[in-house]
């Protein structure tokens, strides 16, 4: 059975960091791409970062470019995202999810719900003074 489980979601300050990890059970990280997408409060889910395993090519969406950071650990089949300088904008629910092994990280560039094979339950970033 495949889990994706996040965490390292909290409260953060404007201009703040978090760091969102995402473990992953039943599934090793050579599948061909894990990602993050995020859903904020009252607007639709959109995919946020990807990273392909066979070349580590990476995909940012142009909102988090510069200041979000993919990267996993293969030992510990673990992915994550840092995020730096937070925006209140970023408030979300940010989920991890692999992609289906054919469309990889275009399913997160185009926010492709239905391409994703596996989702976690999420986990909730609040950026706030």
């Known amino acids: 059975q495949v889990q994706l489980v996040e965490s390292g979601g909290g409260l953060a300050q404007p201009g703040g960091s978090l760091r969102l990890s995402c473990a992953a059970s039943?599934?090793?990280?050579?599948?061909?791409?894990i990602g993050w997408f995020r859903q904020a409060p009252g607007q639709e889910r959109e995919g946020v970062s990807c990273?392909?395993?066979?070349?580590?090519?990476?995909y940012y969406a142009d909102s988090v470019k510069g200041r979000f950071t993919i990267s996993r650990d293969n030992a510990k089949n673990a992915v994550y995202l840092q995020m730096n300088s937070l925006k209140p904008e970023n408030t979300a629910v940010y989920y991890c999810?692999?992609?289906?092994?054919?469309?990889?990280?275009?399913?997160?560039?185009?926010?492709?719900?239905?391409?994703?094979?596996?989702w976690g339950k999420g986990t909730l970033v609040t950026v706030s003074s």
């Open positions: 990273i392909r395993s066979s070349d580590g090519s990476l």
């Open positions: 999810a692999t992609p289906n092994p054919i469309d990889g990280c275009t399913v997160v560039a185009n926010t492709y719900e239905d391409g994703v094979d596996y």
């Open positions: 039943g599934i090793t990280l050579d599948y061909p791409a």
